[in-house]
């Protein structure tokens, strides 16, 4: 079945590098996502790579992708207070947008 | 481009009542997708509308229940509320089959 794993929370300082971590099971699945929400918001597209891409760099966001291990991770670098905010790995298959989210990362930025 | 908009924005019910939640997808949309989103979890996929009929569902009673219009706006129905359906319920709108989804700010339903 389909099954997307995150590690629940993260703290760094302002200024270092972010690494968020996921875990999937479904082979299969075509798109992986990295979404954004802030408090009491709704969900923002980071980011997204392709299943036959190992890495993906969009400014400060580096996604990389190892289909063996099935293991997503979402790199920010010089990390700002105002990205603290949960963020959730997503997958997808071909011609859908049903997501299969993960539980979410809260990620809190200190000074 | 007012993007995905839904409306109510909050709403309180209370258990056994039934509930609508409206959405408007982005401008060039045609595909609208619906969230269950309880406090401290992901999102659960509840259902897809394309051409106005069901394409997908997920793993969610018949208490829910959906429409499309022929504007691409979609509805949410859920019948006889129970406390297990609090939760922030989100609308995302895509051009089918594209990549790319857009989330609304969801609605914030509270059963009592």
């Known amino acids: 079945g389909e099954d997307v794993e995150q590690s629940l929370f993260l703290s760094v300082r302002e200024g270092d590098s972010s690494v968020i971590n996921c875990t999937y099971t479904?082979?299969?699945?075509?798109?992986l996502y990295w979404y954004k929400q802030e408090p009491g918001a709704g969900l923002q597209l980071l980011t997204y790579?392709?299943?036959?891409?190992d890495m993906k760099q969009d400014q400060r966001l580096t996604v990389l992708l190892n289909k063996k291990d099935k293991h997503l991770s979402l790199r920010i670098a010089d990390t700002q207070t105002g990205d603290s905010a949960i963020y959730f790995c997503?997958?997808?298959?071909?011609?859908?947008?049903?997501?299969?989210f993960g539980p979410g990362t809260r990620l809190s930025v200190l000074p | 481009d007012a993007g995905v908009t839904q409306s109510p924005t909050h709403l309180i019910k209370t258990r056994g009542q039934q509930v609508t939640l409206r959405c408007s997808p982005k401008?060039?949309?045609?595909?609208v997708s619906w969230y269950q989103q309880a406090l401290g979890q992901g999102p659960q996929f509840i259902f897809q509308?394309?051409?106005?009929?069901?394409?997908q569902r997920g793993n969610f009673p018949d208490r829910f229940s959906g429409h499309q219009f022929p504007n691409y706006s979609s509805e949410l129905n859920v019948n006889a509320l129970l406390l297990g359906d609090s939760a922030l319920y989100l609308c995302?709108?895509?051009?089918?089959?594209?990549?790319?989804?857009?989330f609304g700010q969801g609605t914030r339903l509270t059963v009592v």
């Open positions: 995302a709108s895509s051009l089918d089959r594209n990549t790319e989804a857009f």
């Open positions: 479904d082979s299969s699945s075509t798109y």
């Open positions: 790579i392709f299943s036959n891409m």
């Open positions: 997503a997958e997808s298959w071909e011609g859908g947008q049903n997501f299969v």
């Open positions: 401008s060039g949309h045609d595909t």
């Open positions: 509308y394309y051409e106005e009929e069901e394409r």
